[in-house]
């Protein structure tokens, strides 16, 4: 019996012992915003059971004391910790390792961020929702070096112009390629040629809804952008847009709401009335009672409401997102509205034991557009709007009275006093609001689908397909009585119509194997081999009344209206393209410290008969690896490159017997000349070869104290084979010969310098990035005998012409240039005049240089603070050098409508030589008559440094059992200038083609917009 005691003493004791050994512990898991992670996985160390964290991140588990407990999620680093307590909050860090040392780079391919040869620079998803905007390019402005961003002229929603280092290309598009998940969908608005007051329509890219995007990537020059091909010469945004993470389902919901106002109106002189009361100018006598306030009461506030919500969840095997935007906003000019809907679903999952990734997804967007204003001088409502005599009352011919009931017609007909045929169209600008209507709507579909399989852990292969699906409708309804200057006299009679719609498909596939491994101990080797298929089809037709006849019966919009005597025009295009490539990139990198990176593509365009391949080599060396780190050097990297990308001639360059065009309206037959052949003399025909863009690119990364992170580069592109077209000589059939002629340079360097820094509770994290670009015309054609290359002539934009002037002593104009009439002057200097003491201009056939848009620096300073729940952010950003010219002005001198034709009529003349003259006879000379002004007096300093954003917001991190971190902000943008001498805001232009930048010209208005956004989870 005592054994039986002493063996059951034992037992127990053994038992006590072991349960004393284990412990039971609980506990809660945030993230570093004190957020509950739900779906951490909880494990004891060193065996394979476990548990998850709850929906409130709680957890409860048994361990033997004394051992550790592995907490893990994706996306944060791993935290390991002793069990030694019966309660153990956990706080996971994002995985800073991997988000610094990973880089999406050309194609998706992740490298490791120390072996990039190239700059790059990130800008994270929250920065496009500080202060939103229907495009969310235009949140971009100010947030990466060399990013130059024009807002679109056409309202809400309009494409914006995007261009990275310069501009590069003479007759094709300088826009960087827009590359969503890896795949490219195409090229944004940044051509050299559009009409007067055309804003650009609608883009890939402005279409996307920015809550979708993690981050954009900026491939800044053609290293890093090789893989892409031809289309990416200019360099890539690389959108990486979210898929969800691993825990309990997440309820995302945000919304914007923000206010417009315009700012930089002109302020019409209110001193001086007309010289008659049907008079269109203000040189008459004094006047009393005169009144500008019609210029700022015509302008509505404009408002943007954007509203989304999305779900998203997972877990490590299966992970989805689901999101909804709705986007309502109204113009600053009455009648002009948009409306988008943004729909997107995505699924990934891992099986076969984790080697097969699957991840699809389907985008659908819905876009139309209402009135998309136009700048220039017919359909302008600023033209009108800003010409309108002060002295006369605007309020007769306002929204409620710009239109009388005609009874001989049975018809409202515009009523204007003011409608002169002087090369332009004076009409009311609610008539044009109101009764010159146009309406632009697009459906887009984007389905992606991406397999990848991972043969090893070193070795993968994936095949990916996008499609990208579209169709459009455009239409135009312009009412009987619109000024016969704006369309023709017939058209003026009972209206014009015009309906176009179209539809087509983007289809790119690619297939890449992929390899990360080490090659003994010392190296390791990351490549890609790869193949890609692009294929492009666009069909569209449209229907119009024609100048010569206009419609049948007045204002009936419809294709039905035509008969006989009114026939209607009709229009018909089909549009196929493909372009196919193979390529290779490998990295070798030895000891973590030198990498190796070589890319070269062999690409097969359908506009060129020959292939051609274009190459790269960059080498990375991480110095600190080899001097070590210390407490003021934390890292050191040095990098260079060279790249050599082609880019492909336009549709039709190299077909020397182009298809016909036919006409309804006009016969087949005829001796007219073809538009434009490839060059050829005799029967040799020229081949018309890709553009190649040569870039030579040194930089270095450095990281201070551990928390100053300095990036620095110096670039040189060379772009040749300049692709231009030239007058055919009589006899050829050809009116214009297309021929390679023609190199463009940049250079230049770029820089970003950030701080983490903390003082307490308070966090700040300031980000300066700054660049200087020079573009030079090196070369042009031989063939081309003139000495200077016409992109757009003077009488397209009636004040400036834009050349490419061949180099002369060593000199070189840049892409850009623009030349006009100047006051003429004596050989003493003095002003040349006339009998009457009046200035005298340059002949109109001999413009002189008189500037040129483009910036020479540019820096934007990102600010951000966080104290406990308290957020604050703000970018100011600054553009120096660069020209703007205001066609406006002219208008406005001519008719004695400025300003400072009153104040020169108060000072009795204007003193030209030391003597004064009759201020009529010299505005009306420096103007031009508004057609050929001396562009000197019209010109300004672009230079200007502007508060573009501003958010404050609070974030309250539970309200309830539901929601959960809450922010509320107040938000602004483009509050203010620190220094501005425009007399409006100088990055106006009438319209995002090159040989329009920096050209005011009765414009919309910029704006300065206040807001509110509300962001929350559930």
């Not at 898991?29 to 957020?35: A, E, W």
């Not at 804003?199 to 990537?217: K, R, V």
Request: aromatic share 12%.
């Amino acid at each position: 019996m005592k054994k039986l005691y002493m063996l059951v003493a034992f037992l127990l004791g053994c038992f006590m012992y072991a349960a004393a050994q284990n412990v039971t512990v609980k506990g809660t898991v945030t993230d570093d915003h004190n957020l509950p992670l739900p779906g951490v996985n909880v494990k004891v160390s060193g065996t394979t059971g476990g548990t998850s964290t709850s929906v409130d991140g709680n957890y409860s588990i048994s361990a033997p004391a004394g051992s550790s407990l592995v907490f893990s999620f994706i996306g944060f680093a791993t935290q390991t910790v002793k069990a030694n307590k019966a309660v153990i909050n956990i706080v996971l860090q994002t995985d800073q390792h991997i988000l610094e040392t990973v880089t999406v780079t050309a194609l998706g391919i992740e490298q490791k961020t120390k072996s990039l040869t190239y700059a790059t620079q990130n800008v994270g998803g929250a920065e496009l929702e500080k202060a939103k905007d229907p495009n969310f390019v235009n949140s971009l402005a100010g947030k990466a070096a060399g990013l130059v961003i024009t807002k679109g002229t056409s309202g809400p929603g309009s494409a914006s112009r995007i261009e990275l280092r310069g501009a590069k290309s003479i007759g094709g598009n300088s826009a960087p390629i827009y590359v969503i998940d890896g795949i490219p969908i195409g090229q944004g608005a940044g051509g050299t040629m559009a009409g007067l007051g055309d804003g650009a329509g609608i883009d890939p890219l402005s279409n996307l809804n920015p809550d979708d995007i993690e981050s954009i990537q900026v491939l800044k020059g053609a290293s890093a952008a090789a893989l892409y091909g031809s289309a990416a010469a200019n360099g890539a945004l690389l959108i990486v847009t979210k898929k969800g993470k691993a825990g309990a389902t997440k309820v995302d919901f945000n919304s914007s709401t923000s206010f417009d106002t315009p700012t930089g109106l002109p302020s019409p002189q209110t001193t001086y009335g007309r010289t008659t009361p049907g008079a269109d100018d203000m040189w008459g006598a004094k006047s009393s009672g005169a009144s500008n306030a019609f210029v700022k009461n015509f302008f509505n506030t404009g408002k943007t409401y954007i509203n989304g919500v999305s779900l998203s969840g997972g877990n490590e095997k299966a992970l989805f997102y689901a999101s909804y935007a709705n986007t309502k906003a109204t113009g600053i000019v009455p009648n002009n509205s948009l409306l988008k809907h943004n729909f997107t679903l995505r699924g990934s999952g891992k099986f076969l034991n984790d080697k097969l990734t699957l991840d699809g997804s389907v985008n659908y967007i819905y876009q139309k557009q209402e009135n998309p204003p136009k700048a220039g001088l017919t359909f302008s409502p600023m033209f009108g709007l800003y010409q309108f005599p002060t002295d006369d009352n605007f309020s007769n011919y306002d929204k409620n009275h710009f239109e009388k009931y005609d009874a001989t017609r049975g018809i409202y007909a515009q009523n204007w006093p003011y409608e002169k045929n002087e090369f332009s169209s004076n009409q009311n600008p609610y008539w044009i609001a109101y009764r010159n209507l146009n309406e632009r709507s697009s459906s887009r579909y984007i389905s992606s689908f991406k397999a990848k399989y991972n043969f090893a852990s070193w070795i993968n292969l994936q095949a990916r397909t996008t499609l990208d699906s579209y169709n459009y409708r455009n239409q135009a309804e312009n009412y009987a009585t619109t000024d016969p200057v704006a369309q023709s006299a017939q058209q003026s009679i009972n209206g014009s119509y015009y309906t176009g719609q179209g539809y087509g498909t983007h289809l790119y596939s690619d297939l890449l194997l992929s390899v990360d491994t080490k090659v003994g101990r010392d190296f390791s080797l990351e490549a890609t081999l790869g193949a890609t298929d692009d294929r492009s089809f666009d069909y569209s037709t449209n229907l119009q009344s024609t100048n010569n006849y206009g419609l049948s019966l007045a204002n009936y919009f419809s294709a039905n209206n035509y008969d006989q005597t009114h026939p209607l025009g009709t229009d018909e295009h089909e549009y196929k393209g493909i372009t196919q490539s193979v390529l290779a990139t490998a990295t070798i990198g030895y000891k973590e410290t030198l990498y190796l990176n070589a890319t070269g593509r062999n690409e097969w365009a359908y506009t060129t008969p020959n292939s051609f391949f274009y190459p790269s080599i960059g080498l990375s060396y991480v110095l600190t690896n080899t001097i070590g780190t210390s407490n003021i050097l934390s890292y050191a990297k040095l990098r260079a490159t060279y790249a050599n990308v082609g880019t492909a001639p336009g549709q039709g360059a190299n077909n020397s017997f182009p298809p016909y065009s036919l006409n309804n309206l006009q016969p087949i037959v005829g001796t007219n000349a073809i538009g434009q052949l490839p060059y050829f003399s005799g029967d040799k025909i020229a081949e018309v070869k890709p553009e190649r863009t040569k870039t030579l690119e040194f930089g270095a990364q450095f990281t201070l104290f551990n928390k100053l992170n300095v990036d620095l580069a110096y670039y040189d592109a060379r772009s040749s084979d300049q692709i231009i077209t030239i007058q055919a000589p009589s006899g050829s059939g050809a009116q214009n010969f297309i021929l390679n002629g023609g190199e463009i340079r940049n250079f230049g360097f770029e820089g970003t310098i950030g701080y983490n820094a903390s003082f307490g509770d308070l966090k700040w994290t300031p980000a300066l990035n700054f660049s200087h670009n020079v573009n030079q015309v090196r070369a042009l054609s031989p063939l081309y005998t003139a000495d200077h290359y016409v992109i757009s002539s003077q009488d397209n934009t009636r004040l400036v012409a834009t050349w490419l002037s061949k180099p002369k002593d060593g000199k070189y104009s840049a892409f850009g240039d623009y030349y006009g009439r100047i006051i003429d002057k004596n050989p003493d200097g003095s002003i040349k005049v006339d009998n009457n003491g009046v200035p005298v201009l340059t002949p109109a056939d001999d413009p002189r240089y008189v500037g040129n848009p483009n910036p020479k620096f540019l820096a934007g300073f990102n600010n951000s603070f966080r104290y406990k729940n308290i957020n604050l952010s703000f970018l100011v950003d600054s553009r120096f050098g660069g020209q703007t010219f205001s066609m406006t002005n002219t208008w406005l001198d001519y008719k004695g409508i400025s300003q400072r034709t009153a104040d020169a009529r108060n000072a009795g003349g204007v003193v030209v030589n030391g003597k004064k003259i009759d201020a009529q006879a010299y505005y009306t000379a420096i103007s031009g008559g508004a057609d050929g002004a001396a562009v000197p007096e019209y010109t300004y300093s672009a230079t200007n440094i502007r508060l573009r954003e501003l958010a404050l917001g609070y974030t309250f991190p539970l309200i309830g059992k539901t929601f959960k971190n809450l922010n509320i902000s107040l938000t602004g943008h483009n509050l203010f200038f620190f220094y501005k001498k425009a007399p409006y805001d100088p990055e106006q232009a009438i319209s995002t083609s090159t040989n329009t930048m920096g050209i005011d010209g009765f414009g919309v208005p910029a704006t300065r917009s206040f807001g509110f956004s509300v962001r929350t989870s559930l």
